[in-house]
């Protein structure tokens, strides 16, 4: 322990530090409390609260679709504001939304500490995660919550599941709900915790996180229905959807020699 506190980690841990305080000062100095885009579907969510008769009611309010996803963290946070404040404050959003950051900053010094990596390696860690390349997320109070939740809880559920801890495992199962309920895309941490399940061959475990999958993904889809914007899905084919991937991730962008 005295080792990691030597002047020349604290040296590092300051560096690393520097981009979380220019960040979030850069983020008190321009917030407004504004509501953008889908800030409006917060509103609508307050009222639908207010609304809503018994308790069964206003629990569904927070799962109601938005666009193609649930995001009952964001209805979440912004209930307590909104009784907190007695209004909807953007910039307290945008600040939660923010400090979720903090969070996945918080995960992986834990991963640098536990496998004993030189903190300099840390610096751009925090460097990627804090910069304004961000910022439509960063002032944005609605999409700061689920876009970076989303995130946080994707990768907590990874490392919790990873975890030699049987109680890290409840745990997970429990930022898997979270990620899931955040945005659409965190559906995508089931599948993988679920082969990192099978590879550390904990097969109990295993079937009970395929049944917490299962129902996750119904009831995600429960009542479901795609938006009106959305393109429709007839003729793309399979062959479409596999390059269409590698495209989108960039592995293969520029090697191929026609187009889809």
């Given at each position: 322990?005295?080792?990691?506190?030597?002047?020349?980690?604290?040296?590092?841990?300051?560096?690393?530090?520097?981009?979380?305080?220019?960040?979030?000062?850069?983020?008190?100095?321009?917030?407004?409390?504004?509501?953008?885009?889908?800030?409006?579907?917060?509103?609508?969510?307050?009222?639908?609260?207010?609304?809503?008769?018994?308790?069964?009611?206003?629990?569904?309010?927070?799962?109601?679709?938005?666009?193609?996803?649930?995001?009952?963290?964001?209805?979440?946070?912004?209930?307590?504001?909104?009784?907190?404040?007695?209004?909807?404050?953007?910039?307290?959003?945008?600040?939660?939304?923010?400090?979720?950051?903090?969070?996945?900053?918080?995960?992986?010094?834990?991963?640098?500490?536990?496998?004993?990596?030189?903190?300099?390696?840390?610096?751009?860690?925090?460097?990627?995660?804090?910069?304004?390349?961000?910022?439509?997320n960063t002032f944005w109070g609605m999409a700061s919550m689920q876009n970076f939740g989303v995130i946080l809880f994707i990768f907590w559920t990874i490392y919790l599941i990873s975890s030699e801890n049987p109680r890290h495992f409840y745990l997970a199962v429990f930022a898997a709900f979270m990620a899931v309920f955040t945005s659409g895309n965190g559906i995508l941490v089931l599948p993988i915790c679920a082969v990192l399940l099978a590879l550390q061959k904990r097969w109990q475990h295993l079937l009970i996180f395929g049944i917490i999958s299962i129902l996750l993904i119904f009831s995600y889809f429960y009542h479901y229905a795609s938006p009106p914007s959305n393109p429709p899905l007839t003729g793309i084919g399979i062959k479409k959807i596999v390059l269409g991937f590698f495209l989108f991730i960039g592995s293969v962008a520029d090697i191929l020699p026609f187009r889809i």
């Amino acid at each position: 322990m005295k080792a990691r506190l030597s002047s020349k980690n604290l040296f590092w841990g300051v560096l690393s530090f520097l981009p979380l305080a220019l960040y979030f000062l850069f983020l008190s100095e321009y917030a407004v409390n504004i509501p953008k885009w889908d800030d409006h579907a917060l509103k609508a969510f307050i009222l639908d609260f207010t609304q809503a008769d018994g308790f069964f009611a206003k629990i569904a309010t927070f799962f109601k679709q938005h666009n193609e996803h649930r995001i009952a963290f964001d209805r979440l946070i912004t209930l307590i504001v909104y009784t907190l404040h007695g209004s909807i404050e953007y910039r307290w959003l945008m600040w939660v939304g923010n400090f979720t950051l903090i969070g996945l900053l918080i995960l992986f010094w834990r991963l640098f500490y536990k496998n004993n990596i030189h903190f300099a390696l840390f610096v751009p860690v925090s460097c990627l995660l804090f910069q304004l390349q961000l910022w439509e997320n960063t002032f944005w109070g609605m999409a700061s919550m689920q876009n970076f939740g989303v995130i946080l809880f994707i990768f907590w559920t990874i490392y919790l599941i990873s975890s030699e801890n049987p109680r890290h495992f409840y745990l997970a199962v429990f930022a898997a709900f979270m990620a899931v309920f955040t945005s659409g895309n965190g559906i995508l941490v089931l599948p993988i915790c679920a082969v990192l399940l099978a590879l550390q061959k904990r097969w109990q475990h295993l079937l009970i996180f395929g049944i917490i999958s299962i129902l996750l993904i119904f009831s995600y889809f429960y009542h479901y229905a795609s938006p009106p914007s959305n393109p429709p899905l007839t003729g793309i084919g399979i062959k479409k959807i596999v390059l269409g991937f590698f495209l989108f991730i960039g592995s293969v962008a520029d090697i191929l020699p026609f187009r889809i």
